[in-house]
């Protein structure tokens, strides 16, 4: 259930498949550790989740029929409010991101935002009477961070694990990974693209592919 023109995404238009959810994941802050260990879930990450999943729901329920830029709209406030973009593109970028102008770290956080948003858009645009569920417990990974385990539900079939690790944030609970299955990142991927990128044409090279992965997504709609 979305189009693609770039290896990272994956279309998947009869329903959320486990290799398009693979081309959500962000990357996160720090590796994950060996030894995850299950808390009670922190109320202000599952809240958070929830109100995503929430948000998800009704974009499904909006479907292709409604136009890309108005789905668009719709869900990037909830992106905003559930992920902490900066972080993921810092830690995308690596150590060269210390390196880039300011007035360039600003339009590659605009471009990535727009890129995040419109990966979403164009997964998730087909309902079938999907839910999600959360688990009532999290895995523990160290340095305030946690694993949001959640399910998609079909009405028949078989449930799309999707987990959320979480970052304790001086602004709350933020998402900085999606885990595909419970352990699959796309960090490795993420990473790879950008600073391979960015090893042929520095910034602005990653400037114009986000900018062309976007228009790819969204049909030309979102610029």
């Given amino acids: 259930m979305m189009k693609n023109s770039n290896r990272d995404m994956t279309t998947a238009r009869s329903g959320l498949r486990r290799r398009s959810l693979l081309a959500l994941g ?12 299950a ?8 809240a958070i989740i929830a109100r995503f999943d929430e948000a998800l729901l009704a974009l499904m329920r909006a479907d292709a029929q409604t136009v890309f830029s108005r789905r668009f709209e719709l869900l990037a406030p909830s992106v905003d409010q559930t992920f902490d973009l900066p972080a993921v593109l810092a830690v995308s970028v690596g150590p060269a991101w210390t390196n880039l102008p300011p007035d360039q770290k600003n339009e590659l956080l605009a471009e990535f935002r727009r890129y995040t948003v419109a990966s979403y858009v164009a ?3 087909n309902y079938a009477g999907q839910h999600f569920a959360i688990l009532p417990e999290t895995r523990g990974l160290g340095a305030g961070r946690v694993i949001v385990q959640t399910r998609l539900i079909p009405v028949s079939g078989d ?14 609970w933020k998402a900085v990974d999606v885990l595909a299955d419970g352990s699959i990142s796309h960090v490795a991927v993420q990473r790879s693209d950008f600073r391979r990128i960015l090893s042929r044409g520095g910034g ?12 790819d997504l969204s049909g030309g709609t979102v610029a």
């Avoid at 962000?26 to 260990?37: D, E, I, Q, S, T």
């Avoid at 449930?159 to 709350?172: F, I, K, N, W």
Wanted: aromatic share 4%; glycine share 6%.
């Fill in 159 to 172: 449930a799309t694990r999707l987990d959320y690790v979480m970052q304790l944030t001086s602004s709350g």
């Fill in 204 to 215: 602005n090279a990653l400037l114009a592919s986000l900018r062309r992965k976007t228009s």
């Fill in 26 to 37: 962000l990357a996160a802050v720090a590796p994950l550790g060996r030894h995850a260990v």
């Fill in 123 to 125: 997964n998730f645009d």
């Fill in 39 to 46: 808390n009670p879930a922190p109320a202000g990450a599952i």
